[in-house]
């Protein structure tokens, strides 16, 4: 099996003041339901606008100057509005199962295999 | 065909059925393609000495299997002195291929093992470039630097081309499988396109200065031919063999003896390759005759090359069929180069007025050289010469490659020269 996240971009004018998951509709409850039943849903979340996001940067290495600025890093046109990890057998099965978030229509999704980390 | 010729096309045609059961029973697809390289480097040393054997697939999964083992022990955890006691020569021996011929997969087996490589190659999840690099690479068996060459990026980009490819295969896990029914004609559309592309690649270069890139119109007909073979109710792909072939057969009179591009309208058709026209038309009824009267895009464009192999001259094409073709691929896919070639075909069907205004009612191709060829035909023909002249003029300066740059000035000189 392989562990993927199904991160949700939206336009981000559209997503500046309110987020599809943040509204936690139904669709996403629906979509939710069924792949925990599935077996396939190992988490998710919505995430609160991009207007609430505060950008970290340390400087000069670890225990540097902490540098904080109001907002997302990027200033990209799409924003991350949430994510699901999804455990699949393969890349086909995850998009599968992708094709069925609402943010697939809403806007985009970048499937994304996740590098399991040993402790 | 010398020996090492007939050596290399067996390891062609054998290497992905090998590579194929190698991948899924290894079950890592880079391994299995390391694997083979090093079988193929083997055979080509051993076959000239020994001749090629009676059963080369065989001989080469003996040998390709052993160094996937191979390598797959260096990589696990196992000792040196283990390794060391496994470890056999290079070359199998006789009793060693006839348990490899016994053990043989069956027949139904192996073209699902070809149709999982095939489909893994070119799997969408992976860029156009990607699959077109990988299909060449894996499939066809061409060497990296030939593909370097073909798509005239340097050695090392194509290389890492590849490796990036093949890594994401394995992290993102693109699955090494036949995708389901209701996958299967979106996927089986994205392999089509890559042997497509790759024809298309061998008709129009984007560089170099050679009219038609035969080794990769080969390469192309080879994938067509393997998909025609593995899909025979799949009419599409049998379709995209047609073409392809119908389109090769014109390719030795497509340059004249100076290496200049002959179009299809001055083509000398007694050099048109006779063999390949019947067998791309034999394809082609086949295609229609398992479709039920439904034509996909590959088909229709197949009539339309078969319309020109069987015409006499130019003259006497059949223009009112052609035409009617271009509109009913023009009714499934959009595009502007569609149009354009409709319109030059309206050109001939109704006459210049006719076609000057099918060329102008066409958007987005004011960058396309061959737009502005055409317009500078039907105005020519129109006796508009100095117009003609002008559009001629932007067709040179928009033409892609150096070999129709060349075939637009000498039209254009002849043009001038008619203003005196």
New interface residues.
Partial sequence: M?LYVALCYYDRDKYWTSSPEAEHSPEYMEFARRATEAGVMRGGEALHPVTMSTTITVSGGEGGDVLLVDGPYAEAKEVLGGYFLLET?????A?AWAVQIPAAWQGKIE???IAPVHA | MDATDALVEVLKDEGPRVLATLARTIGDLAVAEDALSEATITALDAWPRTGIPDNPRAWLTVVARRKALDQLRRESARTAKETAAFRWGTEPAPDQIEDAIEAMEPESSLRDDMLRLIFTCCHPALGREARVALSLRTLARLEVPAIARAFLVPEATMAKRLVRARAKIATARVPYAVPSDTELPGRLAAVLAVVYLIATEAHAPTGGDAVTRVDLEAEAIRLARLLAGLMPDETEALSLLALLLLTSARTRARTDADGNPVTLADQDRTRWNRTAIDEGLAWLSEAVARSGGVAGPYQIQAHLAAAHSTALSWQDTDWDRIVGLYDLLGSITVSPVVALNRAVAVTERDGPEAGLSALKSIDGLEYSHLWHAALADSLRRLGRTSDAAGELHTAVTLAPSEVEQRLLQGRLQAIRSELG
């Fill in positions: 392989a057998a393969d890349l086909d099965e998009i499937l994304r295999p």
